[in-house]
């Protein structure tokens, strides 16, 4: 029996790099998913691969109406939502001096307000099951600051405060809500940041001296998603070879 039998998730930003990993993961584990993304050839490839235990449609996180289809496709495909898994999210590399206020915002709407909708459209659905996992992707930016992520801090930490508001105001209905926080995974995300840092030196200061794997992120994820965290909510797992043990990083 897989750690997810029977459940049914909605994952988002699932087309690449972390969210794919968690839409392998989550099906190998006996999940049933839908996942979205606004990269609709790279999902819908993802998908075909993976076969009837999943289904890719396109899902903006920031639209409301998107939302209600990706939620409203769960309960009709698979008959029910289980758990919701906010992993969509963007990044920019700029100064605040450089950053202008539409971007700013963009970045705040993306990683903020669509995990806060996606908790909004779903939680009702949720309820419906008799209680679910969220579990919201935070980053180690959402407690630290780093220079040139003003708005993806801003972002990240406001995503705690989402996670651990939700988590007092779902329990009632047996939602748990909680928050996982990746260091620096190697994605496309990454790939194309552009942050100006030798990620060799930067990486060789951890305790874990090397970048971390999509499945290292994901393994926290179907944890949370789990039975096997049933008293956790509101908790943040960080996953970050140690980066946030000191100032040395
Ligand atoms: N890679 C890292 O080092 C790292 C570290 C900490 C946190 N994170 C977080 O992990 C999550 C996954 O990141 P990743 O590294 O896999 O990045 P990624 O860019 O490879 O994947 C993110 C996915 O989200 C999708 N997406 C972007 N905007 C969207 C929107 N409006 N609606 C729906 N989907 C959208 C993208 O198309 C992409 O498929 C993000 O929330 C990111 O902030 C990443």
Partial sequence: MGRLAGKVALITGGARGMGAEHVRRFVAEGARVVFGDVLDDAGRQLAAEIGA????????????????????????????????????????????????????????????????????????????????????VSSVEGFVG???????????????????????????????????????????????????????????GLPIPRWGRPAEVTEAVVFLASDAASYCTGTEVVVDGGMLTGAGY
Avoid at 104 to 113: C, E
Avoid at 151 to 162: E, P, Q, T
Avoid at 165 to 188: C, D, F, Q, Y
């Fill in 53 to 136: 235990d999943c289904h890719y449609l396109h899902h903006d996180v920031t639209s409301e109406s998107d939302w209600a289809a990706a939620v409203a496709e769960a309960r009709e495909r698979f008959g029910r939502l289980d758990v919701l898994v906010n992993n969509a999210g963007i990044l920019r590399f700029q100064s605040i001096a450089e950053m202008s206020v539409r971007d700013f915002s963009t970045i705040l709407n993306v990683n903020v307000t669509g995990s806060w909708l996606g908790i909004k459209t779903a939680a009702p659905a949720l309820t419906a099951a008799g209680g679910g996992s969220v579990v919201n």
């Fill in 146 to 204: 780093a220079a040139g992520l003003s708005a993806y801090s801003a972002s990240k930490f406001a995503l705690r405060g989402v996670t651990k508001s939700a988590a007092r105001e779902l329990g009632k209905h047996g939602i748990r809500v909680n928050s996982v926080h990746p260091g620096g995974i190697a994605t496309p995300m990454t790939e194309a940041a552009g942050s100006g840092v030798d990620g060799g030196t930067f990486f060789a």
